[in-house]
């Protein structure tokens, strides 16, 4: 299938780490289009698959994106009001994760294939299909697409690297991801293998005899050894194929495509075979091709909590029943539980019913003091939840751990969740002394400071209402809720918000202790807060919190509200629709792949930054706007916006402001109707940077020393230092630092230890927090700890046919073919029963009959007999195995008819399967080596590291 280029370097601006320019160049393809295609593609297979499963038909998008694909999957008209936000937010990840790879580690050669490291840029390969493998296991969604975004990045490079395209090859390399095998024909240090050219284009450059020994070689980044290959950049040509366009023969193909075509195909291979290995249905998990938001609870389970949870429980099932079945049914819940002294690890499922159990199965008791550790609980749910999420926490008890303060407020910054509280611990002071806060116990200060930071609510209530706020809850439920307008005002006053036609169910949320307003629509049509259902709108109070539910019909236009308050208060405007909008701040970077690299900390204060905005829904905007305004309103920053692809803009900002700040969208749609859109998480600059490696793999029993760095832009003195993680793998680190006007940074260490008997497929996020002692400010930065076992098996199962009837008429009819297959793992792992996964094409003659009968092959090995039957109308079926540690085996065969001439075959490879794939199943039992996984890509990344300080 062929897809516009246009959509693929539109998702993320142009991500340029295949092309060695900055220019939009329309005929190069970027890691960026590789990748989505290969991910939209075999996301397109699983979802027909899945659909089959279930009896349903599935039809293919004639255009395949985001969008058309999220309502083909969950088989939803374009009517129901589905958004791509959250796919799209996923998909962004695991594309960030890849060309990221050439800011981090652009001089790591094992990590592109260049200086013919051959060995060791599968070594990264391996090390990464293995967390990916190992965190699927774990339901870890978010460190598997982690690791899958950077493994794709050097998957594809070597395609572009090295000269496999030059050797004729069209098809992917089996070898990269069949550590098992040995690679033959390597270029040694003393080959030559190019001549010496030093001229911006450099045809032929590479030696006959490498070409016709087929002699495998990749360049050399500057200095090139002689008689090596460049790699080539922009001023001098070489071997590398990261960009079209250039001197191509008449009726050649251009290097640059034949790459692209091969390195999309060997992507494609990989996301199969996870596929395959996990099953579609948790593959599409892992794209977030899923129908709604995540629902995460975050619950105090100490003994006076009894009432609260008897209403979360009510509110559970009634949440569950009303929305199974709809576009908002969610995709994920998440538990966590937290008491005194005890934090339970966060518990998830995607079965409803299996939600109900587990809210039901709560016990209330113990506690003691008042505070409780719900700090910790709510760490643990913003390591747990996707970025975006909506978390609710219920307590009736302020924070004990106030140490996570700053730690859950950079994970709510990096993650953007929003986190809301429902608090029943009681007002009980003068509104006089609580100007500043809209909650009135001053123990709920930190959670209303949290709730602000992050677009969040601080709800409080009685134990006798709760039940009367959680309306809310059921509210956010929905993949499609964005924020109109959000305000956190300490006086009165009157503010406007437009809603444009898009937008629907417009409701507004109001939290503050003395609070009175006047709402009036375009028409000039007003209604008070005191009457409950008017003209314009429903309003109901509980404790500190009003909802507005604006009243069906035209709701098109500006909207007024004036609210009467001498005290603080909080308004969040909120609305169902498509028309989204999601940012990052990102740098500019160099070097011979530069681009854009995403900064997951808080930008540099003080400074011009770059946000790319990436707006959903809609296919043309016009004066497009993007401001920066502060939290009760004040416009701070305008910034300049230029649009890169159909729904991908760049935002240049002028030096950011030291206050926090939100984002405003502004715009037109091409019927003239304005429309506004406000991010929720308050962004806060800082003139602190701190840099960790990103990520570190490391096998149980092992510790590992890991330097980080702090620069300080115009600060001195003192720098306290914080780690915090989830599995305490933090064994030490340098609680202090100093910098001076001479030397503005400093460097640390931080130790960590994987105790043994840690499963595979764990993973820590360790935030490492600077803070200056002089100024106060603060900043952070995350490092993602992967464990993997030290012995892993890398060999897929073996098969053979051991009968077959697979001849068919020409007239498929009421005939069938038949084959038996001998399945085993030798002495490796063993297969995974039954997962044997068979893939039928879309085709109303699909009857088919499987029989799975466990045995044991000829060398003592237990085995798998698979006998499948179906209709000769059936013409291409994928019979695979799976063993216990995720590698993939196929059979691949096909049925005879009268027309084919070809003659029998014992083993058969279906010509309508075309790809090759790494895992073809042999026809001779194996003896599955265990490998060990080498720790050569850890310890590269330390040296490279340490380099930069």
């Known amino acids: 299938m062929g897809y516009p280029l246009l959509f693929f370097c539109s998702l993320i601006g142009w991500s340029l780490a295949f092309l060695p320019s900055l220019s939009p160049d329309m005929q190069s393809v970027t890691h960026t289009d590789i990748t989505m295609e290969a991910l939209l593609e075999v996301a397109s297979s699983a979802c027909r698959d899945e659909a089959q499963a279930k009896g349903q038909n599935y039809k293919e998008p004639a255009l395949l994106t985001a969008q058309s694909l999220l309502l083909a999957c969950l088989g939803v008209s374009e009517d129901a009001g589905l958004s791509s936000s959250k796919l799209i937010e996923v998909l962004e990840e695991i594309i960030s994760e890849n060309t990221n790879i050439d800011n981090d580690l652009g001089g790591s050669p094992a990590h592109h294939f260049n200086d013919e490291v051959f060995e060791q840029g599968r070594e990264i390969i391996t090390q990464g299909v293995s967390v990916i493998r190992a965190s699927l296991q774990q339901d870890d969604l978010q460190a598997a697409r982690r690791a899958l975004g950077a493994v794709t990045h050097t998957l594809q490079d070597f395609y572009s690297h090295s ?351 003395s609070v009175e307003f006047s709402l009036q629509n375009p028409s000039g049509v007003s209604q008070e807060s005191t009457v409950e259902s008017g003209p314009l709108a429903s309003v109901s109070a509980v404790g500190n919190l009003f909802t507005v539910r604006l009243n069906e019909g035209n709701q098109t236009g500006r909207w007024l509200i004036t609210v009467r308050s001498s005290q603080a208060y909080s308004l969040r405007v909120k609305g169902r629709s498509t028309l989204d909008f999601m940012s990052r701040f990102v740098e500019e970077f160099g070097g011979p792949h530069p681009g854009f690299a995403e900064i997951s900390a808080r930008p540099p204060a003080g400074q011009n930054a770059i946000l790319r905005l990436t707006v959903t829904g809609v296919d043309m905007l016009f004066e497009v706007k ?155 930065a995350l490092l993602r700890v992967s464990v993997i076992q030290a012995v892993i098996d890398f ?28 399945m085993t793992d030798g002495n490796g792992t063993g297969l995974q029963a039954p997962r044997i996964s068979i893939t039928l094409p879309d085709t109303t003659y699909n009857e088919s009959t499987v029989s799975i009968t466990e045995v044991t092959d000829e060398n003592g090995y237990n085995a798998t007999l698979l006998t499948y039957t179906a209709s000769c109308c059936v013409t291409n079926v994928d019979i695979s195995a799976v063993d216990k540690e995720g590698n993939v085996g196929r059979c691949d065969f096909s049925i005879r008819r009268p027309s084919t001439a070809a003659p029998p075959q014992t083993t058969l490879t279906s010509p309508t399967t075309a790809r090759p794939t790494s895992n073809t199943i042999s026809t001779t039992p194996s003896n599955s080596p265990r490998l060990p996984v080498p720790l050569w890509t850890t310890l590269l990344l330390l040296a490279l590291t340490a380099l930069r300080f």
């Open 626 to 780: 993007l401001s920066l305004v502060s939290a009760n309103g004040e416009l701070l920053r305008n910034t300049s916006v230029t649009r890169l692809r159909q729904g991908t803009y760049l935002a240049r900002v002028p030096p950011l402001p030291e206050v926090p700040f939100i984002l405003l969208l502004t715009g037109e749609e091409a019927d003239g109707q304005l429309f506004q859109r406000q991010s929720t998480t308050q962004i806060q600059a800082s003139q602190l940077t701190v840099q960790v490696q990103k990520v570190v793999i490391l096998v149980p029993g092992q510790s590992i020393a890991v330097p980080f760095t702090v620069e300080a832009r115009g600060i001195e003195g003192a720098l306290d230092i914080q780690a915090q993680d989830d599995q305490r793998f933090v064994r030490t680190f340098n609680t202090s630092l100093h910098v001076s006007n001479v030397t503005d940074n400093a460097t640390g260490w931080l130790g960590l230890t994987v105790p043994t008997g840690t499963p595979p497929g764990t993973s820590s996020v360790v935030t490492l927090e600077a803070e200056s002692t002089a100024t106060r400010q603060s900043n952070f």
């Open 163 to 513: 000269n496999w395209i030059e050797l004729g090859n069209q098809d992917p390399y089996q070898k990269l991801l069949r550590p098992d095998l040995q690679f033959d024909n390597l270029a040694d240090a003393n080959t030559p293998t190019c001549n010496d050219c030093q001229d911006r284009e450099c045809p032929n450059v590479i030696l006959p005899e490498i070409l016709s020994r087929n002699t495998l070689t990749s360049g050399y980044v500057r200095p090139t050894p002689q008689g090596k290959c460049n790699h080539g950049d922009n001023t001098i040509g070489g071997i590398n194929k990261d960009v079209g366009g250039g001197n191509v023969a008449p009726g050649a193909i251009d290097p640059h495509i034949a790459a692209h075509v091969v390195a999309t195909e060997a992507t494609k291979n990989l996301l199969q075979d996870i596929r395959t290995a996990f099953g579609s249905a948790t593959f599409l998990r892992l794209l977030g091709i899923t129908r709604s938001s995540v629902v995460c609870f975050v619950i105090d389970t100490t003994g006076s909590m009894t009432d609260d949870i008897a209403h979360v429980r009510t509110l559970t099932a009634d949440m569950i029943n009303s929305k199974t079945g709809t576009p908002d049914e969610p995709s994920l819940y998440i538990l966590v539980e937290f008491n005194d002294p005890d934090v339970k690890q966060p518990v998830s499922t995607t079965d409803p019913e299996e939600m109900i159990r587990m809210v039901n199965n709560i016990r209330v008791a113990g506690g003691g003091d008042p505070p409780e550790y719900s700090l910790t609980g709510i760490q643990y749910a913003l390591l747990t939840a996707p970025p975006s999420s909506n978390i609710f926490v219920f307590t009736d008890a302020p924070a004990k751990d106030v140490e996570l303060e700053s730690t859950v407020k950079s994970l709510a910054q990096s993650t953007q969740s929003k986190i809301s509280f429902l608090l029943t611990n009681g007002p009980s002071i003068s509104s006089r002394r609580r100007r500043r806060s809209v909650v009135s116990n001053p123990s709920n200060n930190l959670y209303q400071q949290l709730a602000q930071l992050s677009g969040g609510q601080a709800i409080e209530v009685s134990k006798a209402t709760i039940s009367q706020a959680t309306s809310i809850i059921q509210d956010s439920v929905t993949s499609s809720q964005v924020t109109l307008l959000q305000i956190d005002s300490t006086g009165p006053d009157t503010l406007s918000f437009i809603v444009d036609p898009r937008v629907q169910s417009v409701i507004l949320y109001i939290t503050g202790l």
């Open 795 to 822: 060999t897929p199962p073996v098969c053979r046919v051991v009968n077959e009837s697979l001849d068919c008429p020409t007239q498929c009819g009421n005939a069938t073919w038949e084959v038996t297959l001998l």
